[in-house]
């Protein structure tokens, strides 16, 4: 699930603050993994 939301961050459909508290720690290890920091910060 968390690879299912990184890529629609990625695809700008959504952002992290749309991503749900539970997974939301491993979306952002997914971005950064994928060498998307940026999208995986809390603005």
Known sequence: MA???ADLIL???K???DVPL???EDVKKVLVSLGYPEL???K
Do not use: L, P, T
């Open 22 to 24: 539970m997974i939301r």
């Open 3 to 5: 690879v299912i939301y």
């Open 11 to 13: 695809k700008g459909m």
């Open 15 to 17: 952002s992290i603050k």
């Open 40 to 42: 995986a910060e809390e």
